[in-house]
């Protein structure tokens, strides 16, 4: 059983549309990071959430923290093709280790 | 400069033999981690270290020891190498008490 389930698994879109990546949990975290990775790299940091209700953006990305911080959503504007990857969350449950989410692998076709 | 690197890159070996894997970080962190990504990505934390002192040990199989001679480094060892040990291993670092993570571009296992 994912502690952190992610939808959706894939996502194949054209450019310049817009789409929305959801994780979800029953436990509530200290704080909930997204990460990016490419094909043969190692996952990149691209945003950490801690409040409840928290919304963060970066640039065309849009992250937000579910109330009870046991959720969030990462909506991508205007997608392009440099945006494919695989798009991470991850819970800190205070163990000084993450707990990964399953992942969504993104395809923005140009 | 790279901020955390793992040698090797690639490693293919076959099931018995024993292989160790080498991580560095120049971030000046106190916590450094092992994770292990399957072939369908999921990424699962096997060790965590605190300024060279085991602080996480996931159930993972005695044959993975990791090592950490100092707090740059986070080394794995992994006896008797098996089929199921094929994967990618990324070694991670972290500031003390956050908990963002910085990771290395990755070790790809392959056990024939």
């Known amino acids: 059983t994912q502690l952190l389930e992610q939808s959706p698994q894939f996502l194949s879109i054209q450019e310049g549309e817009n789409l929305t990546v959801y994780c979800n949990s029953s436990?509530?975290?200290?704080?909930l990071q997204w990460y990016r990775q490419e094909p043969g790299e190692g996952p990149v940091l691209l945003v950490t959430?801690?409040?409840?209700?928290e919304v963060k953006k970066l640039k065309r990305l849009t992250f937000q923290f579910g109330d009870a911080r046991k959720d969030s959503s990462l909506h991508i504007t205007a997608a392009q093709p440099g945006d494919t990857g695989l798009y991470l969350c991850?819970?800190?449950?205070?163990?000084?280790?993450?707990?990964f989410g399953s992942g969504t692998r993104l395809q923005v076709q140009p | 400069d790279t901020a955390v690197s793992q040698t090797p890159k690639y490693l293919v070996t076959q099931m018995g033999n024993d292989k160790s894997i080498k991580c560095e970080q120049n971030?000046?962190?106190?916590?450094m981690y092992w994770y292990k990504q399957d072939s369908k990505k999921f990424l699962k934390i096997m060790f965590s270290y605190n300024n060279k002192e085991l602080i996480i040990n996931e159930t993972v199989p005695n044959r993975f020891s990791p090592k950490s001679p100092d707090k740059a480094h986070l080394n794995l060892h992994i006896n008797s190498l098996e089929l199921g040990d094929s994967a990618v291993y990324f070694c991670a670092s972290s500031p003390q008490g956050r908990g963002e993570q910085y990771f290395g571009p990755g070790t790809r296992l392959t056990v024939t």
């Open positions: 959430v801690v409040t409840g209700g």
């Open positions: 971030l000046g962190h106190d916590t």
């Open positions: 991850a819970g800190d449950m205070g163990r000084r280790a993450l707990t």
């Open positions: 436990s509530v975290f200290s704080s």
